[in-house]
């Protein structure tokens, strides 16, 4: 299996989460992880302002699925109501 991560699932890889272990054995199983170029950004642009600013996490997104497991997860979400 050839497991692609996106931004999120990424984040996951590095951060204890709710979705942490999921994706700890996804990549466990996997013949091969991918992602695309930008994730390699958003993900370390998200984990600079986390951890070296302190300040929180917002994800901007109009993906209903994405924007519950934000919620889900702690994020701070926009738009703040589920679109």
Known sequence: MIAYLDSSALVKRYVEEPGSREVAGLIEQAA???TAVITL?????????????????????????????????????IPRKQP
């Open 32 to 34: 091969l992880a991918g």
């Open 41 to 77: 950004v958003e993900v370390a642009a998200a984990l600079f302002w986390s951890e070296m600013l302190g300040e929180p996490v917002a994800l901007a997104t109009w993906d209903r699925q994405l924007w519950k497991a934000a919620r889900e997860s702690g994020l701070e979400t």
